[in-house]
């Protein structure tokens, strides 16, 4: 287990995505690295962790999902309609929350602002970072999920592979893999600034809610970006294999 790559483990056990993020362990854009390196880098104790999974093995609730047998069509839907429409759904909350945490500026019966001034990049980061996240969704959904539809189906029902305004799949797969170690990034920045998204002492209600929806937003990102990286694109990458670049037409299997 030691010497599996993160993401591996994720994909064979989901519930270890929980484990995960509570040490801070980057399963869904880096996940190719092992346990052990990972471990190794970040200063955890790789034998206190393998003992949590083994604790974690006996304990854990069933899984009602199993991605491991939805087609490419399903998978797509199942990003979309879930973690897309709950990025949609979360974003203006998070922002109309951090700019009443801010707004408190001023006021001396709220004094969040004052005293906890890292609230305002915290609230700079997450506006850009939810832009980009927006620009993202779109790209997927207007350009690459279609796409990746419509190949999946060519190669189900023999049909040419359908035309593309690219020679390959994998430059703009590629790009979406780099956006999301981009937006990967400016959460961890978020998170080292409220120390693992601990709500601090004196913080005011709102101060705890907004701490906690970040908390839940950057958990349910990752587990978003895993779908796409660690099952959605290496399939995608594999079907497009599965055509002829010659004649379009699937190859014999
Ligand atoms: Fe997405
Ligand atoms: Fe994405």
């Not at 005293?115 to 207007?142: D, G, N, S, T, W």
Request: some cysteine.
């Amino acid at each position: 287990m030691r010497s599996q790559a993160v993401r591996d483990m994720v994909l064979a056990e989901g519930a270890l995505a929980h484990l995960f993020e509570r040490y801070g362990i980057d399963y869904s854009s880096h996940g190719e690295e092992t346990l052990e390196a990972v471990c190794a880098k970040k200063d955890l104790d790789l034998n206190t962790i393998l003992s949590e999974i083994e604790a974690m093995k006996l304990t854990r609730p069933y899984s009602f999902l199993h991605g491991d047998l939805w087609d490419e069509e399903f998978l797509i839907e199942y990003i979309v309609e879930n973690h897309h429409r709950y990025c949609r759904a979360a974003i203006p909350v998070l922002l109309e929350q951090l700019a009443m945490v801010n707004q408190s500026q001023g006021d001396p019966r709220m004094t969040d602002h004052a005293r906890f001034p890292y609230m305002k990049p915290v609230m700079f980061l997450f506006q850009r970072a939810a832009h980009e996240i927006e620009q993202h969704m779109r790209k997927e959904e207007m350009i690459l999920f279609p796409y990746f539809k419509s190949l999946a189906s060519a190669h189900e029902f023999s049909r040419r592979r359908p035309l593309a305004p690219f020679i390959t799949i994998d430059g703009p797969i590629s790009r979406m893999e780099q956006e999301h170690d981009e937006t990967g990034q400016i959460f961890a920045k978020i998170r080292a600034l409220l120390n693992d998204f601990t709500i601090p002492n004196g913080a005011s209600a709102m101060h705890g809610a907004v701490i906690k929806g970040l908390e839940a937003f950057v958990n349910d990102l990752h587990q978003h970006v895993h779908l796409e990286n660690n099952m959605l694109f290496p399939r995608i990458r594999i079907l497009e294999e599965a055509f002829d670049a010659r004649t379009g037409m699937p190859l014999p299997t």
